[in-house]
């Protein structure tokens, strides 16, 4: 039975030929460092720098969890905070966090579509709530 191999798929980026051409001339002269091409160098460069980032950790930035006919409450790992409420109001949607009712905890709460099944319920009771 023949080994499978794993599909990878790529996306183009452009970069100064200058750096290239510099990035290029190091691979060839210096072949014990393992890199084969220009890309395996890129992709191993932009990866670590994605990792002094935290990149991999940060996205996704918000999840929502605990969703009732109150509100959800949301986790924003850029703030670091774990559980910021948001109301569902008969006058609106009210972060706690932020005290705001148009904050990107709002906008990220009215995109998803289990909180726009409770805002079209509560709007439909006469509730003064965003449309979705």
Not at 40 to 46: I, M
Not at 111 to 122: L, M, N, T
Request: contains cysteine; charged residues 35%.
């Amino acid at each position: 039975m023949p080994l499978m191999k794993k599909k990878y798929e790529y996306g183009k980026i452009s970069i100064d030929k200058n750096l290239m051409d510099v990035i290029d001339q190091f691979v060839k002269e210096y072949p014990e460092y393992g890199y084969g091409s220009v890309a395996n160098f890129v992709e191993e460069a932009v990866r670590r720098r994605a990792e002094e980032l935290r990149i991999f950790d940060l996205i996704p930035r918000f999840t929502h969890f605990n969703l009732d006919e109150n509100g959800v409450k949301i986790s924003d790992k850029k703030l670091n905070l774990k559980a910021i409420q948001i109301y569902i109001k008969p006058q609106g949607l009210l972060c706690e966090y932020c005290r705001s009712s148009s904050c990107e905890h709002i906008k990220y709460a009215l995109e998803q579509e289990d909180i726009q099944e409770i805002i079209r319920k509560k709007k439909r009771e006469g509730w003064n709530l965003p449309e979705v």
